[in-house]
Structure formats: C-alpha cells, structure tokens
C-alpha cells in the first residue's frame, strides 16, 4: 500500500531564503508524482508534475525533482516570497487513477 | 485543456439537510471521477472512485448511504452529502481522468459547513 509522507510538517521562513520540501513515498511503482499549493480555505492548484521518466520539472522559481529509486520527490522554492505561503501537497500517482497524497507541508515566508 | 469545474466552492447546511456537490469536466469526457475528502491540516483522502454508468467504489469506512455517488455522463458527477450532520464538514474535491490518458485533473473543491 503506497503511503506518501512529507517533512516537514511546517516550516517559517525569512523572505528571500531558499528552501526545500521533502516528500517519500513507499511504492516506487509510480506512473508519476504531483506537487500542489493549497491556501486556506482553498482548492488545489497544480504547480509541477513530474513523470517517472523525469528527473526534475521547474517552473519559474520553483523545482521538483523525482527519484524513484530512493522513493523521494523534493520541491525546491529559490527566493522565497510571503506570497508562497500556503500549504504544499505532494501526491503520488499510483496508476488505476488513484492518487496517494501526502498531509502537507505548511510554509509561511514573513516579510 | 483538461478543465473540471466543481461547483459550490462553499456551502453552510442545516444539520439534517441534505447538500449536492457537482464535478464537471468541461473540456473532456471523464471516464472515472474521484472524490476527496480533507479534514483540518490532514491530507485528502480518497472516498470513492465512480465509473460512468456503474455505480461507484467507496474506500473502506466511508458510509454509501451517506455520501451518495451519481456519475450519469461522461461530463458530470454528483456528491450528495445526505443527512449531513457536523462532523461532516470538511472540504470535498473530485478529480476527473479519461481513457487514454495519463493523469487527472482536479476541481476546485467544496468547503461545506454543517451547523
């Protein structure tokens, strides 16, 4: 049974620091592996997918990379503004359409 | 491309009433839709998968009777909390894929309030 966990489970930081979120899975058997941003009270919005076959995504200041061998996804925040405070989701993709998701890692970048 | 609609983004009930979510997909034909739930500061857990057509999967300890699953099209499923009660409350989300492809979209969620 595929279980996703993410460290840690809160994090504060300055503006401006680079920071990285950690998220394990259990099953390597992934087709592939989802970060999400959830702000309070709000619904998810995708932020980087990354296949099996990859290595890494990124999207402007923000990188996941994937290593399924040591069953680990990190998502990587460089020059982090109070504007990504949120709650990071990670998800796994399990094939069958089922996805496993992590509890989450709460940021909060101050000013 | 690949847009699933979740409509009411947040709903305040009666305790006994009973409360409609709707998952569309609005640019693609869902074969299989899931449903969501997430409680305060845990992850979402899987509740059910439904299949157009067939009548849904619920993953174990989640009450059927209670969370009713519709899937009539390949473009809408239902959620009908029936009862609903307080510790119901929580934030419903689907998430919608379609055959031949290779991931899954998810609507915007649903923050229903029981009081």
């Known amino acids: 049974k595929q279980e996703v966990t993410q460290i840690p489970a809160a994090l504060s930081v300055p503006e401006g620091e680079n920071l990285v979120l950690n998220c394990s899975f259990t099953?390597?058997?992934?087709?592939?592996l989802q970060w999400f941003r959830q702000d309070p009270g709000k619904g998810l919005t995708s932020l980087l997918l990354?296949?099996?076959?990859?290595r890494e995504q990124t999207s402007g200041r923000l990188n996941a990379s994937l290593d399924k061998s040591s069953g680990r996804s990190t998502l990587y925040i460089a020059a982090s503004q109070p504007g990504d405070s949120a709650t990071y989701l990670c998800?796994?993709?399990?094939?069958?359409?089922?996805?496993?998701f992590g509890a989450g890692t709460r940021l909060f970048v101050k000013a | 491309g690949a847009v699933v609609s979740q409509h009411p983004s947040w709903v305040i009930c009666k305790s006994g009433t009973s409360v409609k979510i709707e998952c569309r997909s609005l640019d693609f034909q869902a074969t299989t839709m899931f449903w969501y739930r997430q409680f305060p500061k845990q992850s979402l857990m899987l509740m059910a998968t439904s299949n157009e057509g067939s009548k849904a999967t619920y993953e174990q300890g989640v009450e059927k009777d209670k969370f009713l699953i519709n899937h009539a099209s390949l473009t809408l499923s239902t959620l009908t909390v029936t009862s609903a009660h307080p510790e119901d409350s929580s934030f419903y989300i689907c998430?919608?894929?379609?055959?031949?492809?290779?991931?899954?979209?998810f609507g915007s969620g649903t923050r229903l309030t029981v009081v």
């Open positions: 099953d390597s058997a992934i087709y592939n």
């Open positions: 998800a796994a993709y399990t094939g069958g359409f089922k996805t496993i």
């Open positions: 990354i296949q099996s076959s990859q």
């Open positions: 998430s919608a894929g379609w055959t031949g492809g290779d991931g899954y979209t």
